[in-house]
T-cell receptor
Framework: SQQGEEDPQALSIQEGENATMNCSYKTSINNLQWYRQNSGRGLVHLILIRSNEREKHSGRLRVTLDTSKKSSSLLITASRAADTASYFC?????????FGAGTILRVKS | DSGVTQTPKHLITATGQRVTLRCSPR?????VYWYQQSLDQGLQFLIQYYNGEERAKGNILERFSAQQFPDLHSELNLSSLELGDSALYFC???????????????FGPGTRLLVL
């Protein structure tokens, strides 16, 4: 089974609105990463947050990590049509990086 | 452009056949990772090589094998292909061995395999 699970599975919003995606994981982690995938293309790294960090920002992205709840959230502010993509969290599991099932975000213009 | 290249982009073959997918990592990256992405299984980690040696293994079938060459490019060999092997196969690279999930992985554009 997946180490990380995203929620919701799909999200549809209007341009300009904020989008929040959540990730839950099962075992303790050292780091958590978020990636974006445009349709059928390779994944692109967005942000990495370490287990001793609680919040991290990168442009319009804000990631939080709650290790007590084994969960993370990715907030995209002022969304744009170009943000339409699938978003995956990835956690370390042993020597591996394990990806969740992803959240499909659709931003309507 | 991530700097990771994969060939071919598309591959159509028949059941029972064998194919080889090729990956060139970003310049200077020592680790190569292979992933399989399908609608029902999601993104599955297959195997990782670091500086020519196998570093980590995931859900890789015995019919599949990989290697990393001295110039650091990698090949994924898929044999006795079945319909269920149809998927997107991604290669990614990172600078070092990527333990504890502390390194960014840079993904190639993928090879889309269709087994008929």
């Amino acid at each position: 089974s997946q180490q990380g699970e995203e929620d919701p599975q799909a999200l549809s919003i209007q341009e300009g609105e904020n989008a929040t995606m959540n990730c839950s994981y099962k075992t303790s982690i050292n780091n958590l990463q978020w990636y974006r995938q445009n349709s059928g293309r390779g994944l692109v790294h967005l942000i990495l947050i370490r287990s001793n960090e609680r919040e991290k920002h990168s442009g319009r992205l804000r990631v939080t990590l709650d290790t007590s709840k084994k969960s993370s959230s990715l907030l995209i502010t002022a969304s744009r049509a170009a943000d339409t993509a699938s978003y995956f969290c990835a956690t370390d599991y042993g020597n591996k990086l394990v990806f969740g099932a992803g959240t499909i975000l659709r931003v309507k213009s | 452009d991530s700097g990771v290249t994969q060939t071919p982009k598309h591959l159509i073959t028949a059941t029972g056949q064998r194919v080889t997918l090729r990956c060139s990592p970003r310049s200077g990256d020592l680790s190569v990772y292979w992933y399989q992405q399908s609608l029902d299984q999601g993104l599955q980690f297959l195997i990782q090589y670091y500086n020519g040696e196998e570093r980590a293994k995931g859900n890789i079938l015995e019919r599949f094998s990989a290697q990393q060459f001295p110039d650091l490019h990698s090949e994924l060999n898929l044999s006795s292909l079945e319909l269920g092997d149809s998927a997107l196969y991604f290669c990614a690279s990172s600078e070092r061995e990527g333990s504890r999930g502390r390194e960014t992985q840079y993904f190639g554009p993928g090879t889309r395999l269709l087994v008929l």
